[in-house]
């Protein structure tokens, strides 16, 4: 069983900045990106970004660019999404999840296993 551990959420003013992590417990061989997803009250979950563990190539929502990025610690088995200018729209839950390295798309829900408890992000005007 892989067991992820997201924290750095929390209350931040439009305009503010927040650093996510996401821990993973460990690593498998059917595992080969992680990804960051959010939902927000009555919506769906969403895809915000993904990075491969071997490269770290990334993918992100199209409306998230520019202002979210996300890294990788390989050593710490860490995930990180960098969040700046943060909107009130970016308030939800976030979670990370381990990317199934037989699914070729990273955008989808359904491409992904194991998933954390999530963070709360909240954007105040």
């Known amino acids: 069983q892989v067991q992820l551990v997201e924290s750095g959420g929390g209350l931040v003013q439009a305009g503010g900045s927040l650093r996510l992590s996401c821990a993973t417990s460990r690593r498998t061989f059917s595992d080969d990106a992680m990804g960051w997803f959010r939902q927000a009250p009555g919506k769906e979950r969403e895809f915000v970004a993904a990075i491969t563990w071997s490269i770290g190539r990334t993918y992100y929502a199209d409306s998230l660019k520019g202002r979210f990025t996300i890294s990788k610690d390989n050593a710490k088995n860490t995930v990180y999404l960098q969040m700046n200018s943060l909107k009130p729209e970016d308030t939800a839950v976030y979670c990370c999840?381990?990317?199934?390295?037989?699914?070729?798309?990273?955008?989808?829900?359904?491409?992904?296993?194991?998933w954390g408890q999530g963070t709360q992000v909240t954007v105040s005007s």
């Open positions: 999840a381990t990317h199934r390295a037989s699914s070729t798309t990273y955008y989808r829900t359904y491409s992904y296993d194991y």
